[in-house]
């Protein structure tokens, strides 16, 4: 197949991460003709450009192409987004990312070439203010009307573009964002290792966060649910994983709580350093208040940890509360807080969330069959084509 793959910034993030392993796949177990275009990888997030230059399939950069609403630049990048697509000539173009999805759509619906794209999470959501929640909508109602089929990655995914009028439930098909699972089952570095050079303790328990430093991620949650739980647990530490523009808040915020020795900052780290902190860690803690699937979900459970999880958008698809976690009501801290002490206190009950979850979720999540699931969706794209 030759496929171009569009995507707004190769930052490192889950959409990222998830669009480029599908083009490795293709490139490598397929032999597929496929070119990946993107905008400018820029932000404090860290990007994957240099991995992507790396792969040995097509890579372009559409320096026109930036995240933020420019009417007069998103009219160059669709202008040189078309010129691009002339050139390549591919039998589909998949689009990821709000921006790239719409304007991508539209460039391959103007020269009649099928398009797919993937949600990954909600361009219009909480936290929005009404004018920009419309104007998202509205948006992705025109884009969805130039796509043949939508991916979703959850499927809370497709119940909240439905419901907002996007396109009926029978142009969406949900497939899990893959990942690299081999290295959560079994990570290159010893937990012991890695937990020293962190500064914790043989008999400290880690509740860990992964997630940029960032509004509506949700780390004054746990922060503000810490009070309670080191006053029972005094050897309870918390691992923020991430970086980002809100960090000099939150270390206020920790100061002003007194404490500063229970929270530990990794800063930015390369994707992967992920699976090794996540086996650092004893539970896993999710309290986004805006996440399509959030990977650290799925990973943690593949890496045998517990997760405790707001109930945002797909997270009840993968937490099972008493099963593999806990789900709870989003911005609840006093829940946040027992549900995390109960797991603190109890190792062998993190154990049993943990093993539920890895066998469970394990084959779900390989990126592999993601791939295969994504390359079936163009096959049947391709075969209802004139």
């Not at 960032?214 to 004054?220: N, P």
Request: aromatic share 8%.
């Amino acid at each position: 197949m030759n496929v171009v793959h569009f995507i707004t910034r190769l930052i490192i993030g889950g959409a990222q991460e998830n669009t480029l392993l599908t083009v490795e796949d293709q490139h490598r177990d397929y032999g597929d003709q496929v070119t990946l275009v993107t905008g400018p990888g820029l932000g404090p997030e860290g990007s994957l450009e240099d991995r992507a230059r790396r792969g040995g399939f097509g890579f372009r950069v559409l320096p026109k192409l930036h995240r933020a609403i420019r009417p007069w630049q998103d009219w160059r990048a669709y202008r040189a987004m078309i010129e691009m697509l002339r050139e390549i000539k591919p039998q589909i173009v998949h689009t990821h990312s709000s921006k790239a999805g719409i304007i991508g759509r539209a460039a391959a619906a103007k020269l009649g070439i099928p398009a797919v794209h993937t949600i990954h999470g909600a361009s219009f959501h909480y936290g929005q203010s009404v004018l920009a929640y419309e104007a998202y909508r509205l948006a992705e109602q025109w884009a969805a009307k130039r796509c043949v089929k939508i991916i979703s990655v959850a499927d809370a995914m497709t119940e909240q573009y439905a419901a907002a009028g996007i396109a009926s439930k029978e142009k969406f098909v949900t497939i899990s964002s893959g990942m690299e699972v081999e290295p959560f089952l079994s990570p290159p570095r010893q937990r012991d290792v890695v937990r020293r050079e962190l500064g914790i303790g043989s008999g400290d328990v880690v509740i860990g966060k992964i997630a940029r430093l960032f509004h509506l991620k949700g780390h004054e949650f746990v922060i503000a649910a810490a009070q309670k739980i080191v006053l029972e647990h005094p050897n309870t530490k918390f691992l923020f994983v991430g970086n980002g523009i809100l960090r000099e808040r939150y270390q206020q915020y920790i100061d002003s709580l007194g404490l500063t020795k229970n929270f530990i900052f990794t800063g930015l780290v390369p994707p992967d350093r992920v699976p090794e902190l996540i086996h650092a860690m004893d539970i896993v803690v999710h309290t986004s208040l805006w996440e399509g699937l959030a990977r650290v979900l799925p990973q943690g459970l593949i890496a045998g940890k517990p997760v405790v999880s707001y109930d945002v958008d797909g997270a009840r698809e993968v937490v099972i509360s008493g099963e593999n976690g806990y789900l709870l009501p989003p911005q609840s801290v006093e829940e946040l807080s027992h549900a995390l002490s109960i797991l603190v206190a109890d190792p062998a009950l993190r154990a049993s969330f943990g093993n539920a979850g890895r066998d469970r979720f394990t084959d779900q999540f390989r990126h592999q069959t993601m791939t295969r699931r994504i390359r079936e969706v163009y096959a049947e794209v391709l075969s209802n084509q004139p």
